[in-house]
């Protein structure tokens, strides 16, 4: 009986759970084909009439295009140039033997614990002795800074799981370095490099504060912050169609690689 009442309370909390996690969704989507006058009237109800209205006007009041391109490209040079540098840092800790390796190690891992809102005075700093404020540059340097400690970390414990033999085997073939690393490494990497490169793609299409910081023009603005600065100048439903367009993409390449999230997550968490 008690093992009973205590699932039925598990399955309640676990529906409560997801009720709070979708509605925030449901509410923003809903929100989104609907008038203002709707929305004022029926702020949680489906909508009765839909319009893309507020779609259309997301793209015409500001340069809406030009945000979203901004991201894309922030996002994609930060994440593939912290997987390309993470590739060979990883196997270096994990397959290569040199001289302050283990110290080495032990100093980037305690960089995944350090909130990048403390180091934000120093970066503008150092941004603005360079001359880089205001360019996508300063912002994707900082972002490859920030996302490399925990990428570098995951993929040196997923190529720590390939067996020492499977290389030993290749290099009595012939094979060098580098060709293991091209040839065996890279693609056995690849489900933890998609968890890894997923983890650091939605963090950059989102991040608000380092972008608000230092890309300061509005042509340079990412699109969260070009939606943050929506608030005051157009209605809500407009600001939730802004939010669903931004959503959308990384949703959808979530659920397209979902199987090599679950994957690159569970051979990641090998022991030392």
């Known amino acids: 009986m008690k093992r009973k009442r205590g699932g039925i309370v598990s399955q309640l909390l676990m529906i409560l759970l997801v009720v709070v996690i979708i509605f925030p969704l449901y509410f923003m989507t809903a929100n989104s084909f609907k008038t203002h006058e709707e929305y004022v009237n029926n702020m949680a109800g489906l909508p009765q009439t839909f319009t893309v209205q507020n779609f259309v006007e997301a793209f015409r009041g500001k340069p809406f295009g030009q945000w979203f391109m901004n991201s ?12 390309i540098i993470a590739l060979l840092a990883g196997y270096a800790f994990a397959k290569m033997r040199f001289k302050g390796k283990k110290v080495l190690f032990n100093m980037i891992v305690p960089l995944m614990s350090v909130p990048p809102v403390v180091m934000i005075i120093p970066q503008f700093r150092i941004i603005k002795i360079l001359g880089l404020v205001n360019t ?13 400690p925990m990428t570098i970390y995951l993929m040196r414990n997923f190529m720590k799981t390939v067996p ?16 293991a690393l091209t040839k065996i490494m890279i ?49 809500l439903p407009v600001i939730m169609a802004g939010l669903v367009i931004a959503t959308v993409p990384i949703v959808l390449i979530y659920i397209f690689a979902q199987k090599y999230l679950v994957e690159g997550m569970l051979a990641g968490s090998v022991k030392e």
């Open 136 to 148: 996508r540059v300063s912002v994707i340097l900082i972002y490859i800074g920030i996302m490399l």
């Open 72 to 83: 894309l490209i922030l996002t994609v040079a930060a994440v593939f140039i912290t997987g």
């Open 187 to 235: 693609p056995l990497s690849v489900p933890a490099l998609i968890t890894s490169s997923l983890v650091n793609l939605v963090w950059v299409w989102n991040e608000l504060l380092i972008s608000l910081v230092f890309l300061q023009k509005e042509e340079l603005r990412t699109l969260m912050v070009g939606i943050t600065l929506f608030k005051g100048r157009f209605t």
């Open 164 to 179: 020492d033999s499977l290389l030993e085997a290749a290099e009595i073939d012939g094979c060098s370095k580098r060709k």
